[in-house]
């Protein structure tokens, strides 16, 4: 791009117009407009444009420059991108491009035809919605409560249930090559690319129909939502196959809207469908975009990495939402993200939810969204709920892929230690194991790595298959009935429970819950000689003081967390009342 096109953009362009679009400017001096910095956090204003000299600067960060500096900052693109962004805006036409082959100019023809046939074919649709034929769309459209506004603003359209019409109103205007590349139209004759080569008819109709738009908000596709559910019409959400314009794993819905306040907020909620998009974003919360019921994809990543490193992910609760989520965890993680889980009452996805609890209940939610960790300890614990060693080492490798992934040694530590607590294993053996599985490439950690017994759970083990006139049998029964949550982090928890709960018969290994702990108990018995009687219930009685301070340290550790939450939401009271259980729990520790 020539110099002196800069210079001539430059000169005819209103750096307060231009960075005005992207920050509120009030004037405080006579050439001089002030702002916040979009490039940091702040609450008093120290950001400052000068129009008679066309230059920014942020007296916080230091950023400066001028217009050109400003657009390739804010939008993360090239210095070229930006001279050309910026003669958009101003209504400068760009210079004539030179091709390195005919090639080369073709396919940039057919990329602005392309652009221009999927504006004539919104147009098309938004006009065929207000026909009498579009009764049910209306209907449908009044029935999710989308208002008047949002389908303006959305370009919300209805495509007729008629094969030619949308074909030939189109043919007037754009070629046959065209027509056959934009993905609007269907053949039952395909060449080996997949391009229709027979007679065309309209790929949407008798359809709701949702332009998809590229991040400079041109429309590059639809999604279009069937009103009839019969085998007939299809599926009941039809997309645009990929064309040269499109590539569904590359965009994301609405980020030409959201955009804007993903970067002022530095954050993007992460949903899966377009109404649940829409929803949320025409009742004020702007940072949302969507996948479009599409699988999360690197380049989605990268593509969002632009703008945020901070996501909260929204989807659906089913299965299928779960599944989708956690692959979505997966490559966020593996980027750096910052990441939380955001889950709704009653199974509701976005778009249910606020028509049935607002929009401020749904805030609430967001702020309440779970650390990524904590979510998949939480899902681990859903899906494998039996406290046998053979869950818990399901629930340990459905989380090895999510540990590997995190990046920071110390991210992957603090993960280890909350699932070995919330599961009730040894934390230090499930370093072990995991480290085991992380060296040896292993997809798996192995299956009796659960169940080996740390000191403490062989001294519990040797009192309560004593007889029941036992005294170290007693104590350790009637403290661990009363004291549940003593049994906690350990991994024969419970077998513990179990010998502890239950009258002691003959042979004790009738009361083991399962095959492996039968096998753990005997080989305990074989091997370890329970010695004197006395020893044995000063060693209960060591070991259950030892339970009730690990508990403490634990609710410590949460509360520690818990206060941290709450500060970041800003809820005074309960961060008063959570320190007060500290306090508590600090009296306690010292009286031990």
């Not at 209103?14 to 910095?37: H, P, W």
């Not at 389908?151 to 030939?168: C, K, L, Q, S, V």
């Not at 995190?406 to 995991?434: C, H, N, Y």
Request: aromatic share 6%.
């Amino acid at each position: 791009m020539a110099d002196d096109f800069k210079e001539q953009v430059k000169a005819a362009t209103d750096i307060v117009k231009v960075i005005g679009e992207y920050v509120r400017l009030r004037k405080s001096g006579a050439q001089n407009f002030s702002g916040l910095c979009p490039f940091h956090q702040e609450k008093s204003p120290s950001f400052s444009v000068n129009a008679a000299h066309g230059y920014f600067y942020c007296f916080g960060c230091h950023a400066k420059g001028d217009v050109f500096t400003f657009v390739q900052k804010i939008e993360n693109i090239s210095f070229p991108e930006a001279v050309r962004a910026v003669a958009q805006k101003m209504g400068i036409p760009l210079p004539k491009r030179e091709w390195n082959s005919p090639e080369e100019a073709a396919q940039a023809g057919l990329r602005r035809q392309l652009i221009d046939i999927h504006e004539a074919a919104t147009q098309y649709f938004q006009q065929a919605l207000q026909s009498t034929e579009a009764a049910r769309a209306r209907e449908y459209l009044s029935s999710r409560a989308v208002s008047a506004d949002t389908i303006t603003m959305f370009r919300i359209g209805y495509a007729p249930d008629d094969f030619n019409h949308m074909r030939e109103a189109l043919s007037k205007h754009f070629n046959d090559e065209v027509m056959r590349s934009s993905g609007l139209f269907s053949s039952r004759e395909q060449s080996d690319e997949g391009r229709p080569v027979g007679p065309l008819y309209a790929r949407f109709r008798k359809r709701v129909t949702f332009p998809i738009c590229n991040e400079a908000g041109k429309t590059i596709a639809f999604t279009a939502r069937a009103l009839d559910s019969d085998e007939k019409s299809g599926p009941k959400y039809l997309n645009s196959p990929e064309t040269p314009l499109y590539t569904k794993g590359h965009v994301l819905f609405n980020l030409d809207k959201a955009k804007a306040a993903i970067r002022s907020q530095d954050y993007a909620l992460l949903v899966e469908g377009q109404m649940d998009c829409i929803r949320v974003f025409t009742s004020g919360l702007q940072p949302v975009i969507a996948t479009s019921g599409t699988a999360f994809t690197e380049h989605q990543v990268r593509l969002l990495s632009r703008f945020t490193k901070r996501v909260v992910v929204n989807f659906d609760p089913d299965t299928a939402g779960a599944n989708a989520a956690e692959k979505s965890l997966a490559l966020l993680t593996e980027a750096e993200f910052e990441v939380r889980i955001m889950t709704l009452e009653g199974g509701l996805d976005p778009d249910r939810y606020v028509l049935e609890h607002g929009i401020a209940a749904y805030a609430e939610a967001l702020r309440n969204a779970k650390p990524h960790a904590e979510y998949l300890i939480d899902r681990a614990r859903t899906l494998f709920p039996q406290r046998t060693a053979e869950a818990k080492v399901k629930a340990v490798n459905f989380l090895l892929p999510h540990v590997r992934r995190l990046p920071s040694a110390i991210q992957r530590t603090q993960f280890v230690d909350d699932a070995a607590q919330k599961l009730g294993i040894d934390s230090s053996l499930m370093r072990q194991e995991l480290q085991h599985a992380a060296t040896h490439r292993l997809e798996s950690v192995r299956s009796t790595s659960a169940m080996q017994l740390n000191e403490t759970e062989r001294i519990l083990l040797r009192a309560l298959v004593q007889p029941e006139t036992d005294r170290a049998r007693q104590r350790a029964a009637s403290e661990l009935i009363a004291h549940p949550e003593w049994l906690d982090g350990l991994a024969a928890a419970e077998l513990i429970e179990a010998l502890a709960g239950a009258p002691l018969t003959d042979n004790p290994l009738e009361a083991a819950p399962d095959d492996r702990s039968r096998e753990i108990l005997a080989r305990l018995l074989h091997e370890d000689a329970i010695g004197d009687p006395a020893m044995l219930a000063n060693e209960v009685g060591n070991v259950l003081h030892t339970l009730e301070r690990r508990r403490l340290e634990r609710r410590k550790g949460e509360l520690r967390s818990l206060i941290a939450e709450a500060e970041r939401r800003s809820d005074t009271d309960m961060v008063t009342q959570l320190q007060m259980e500290a306090v508590e729990i600090n009296r306690a520790l010292r009286m031990l």
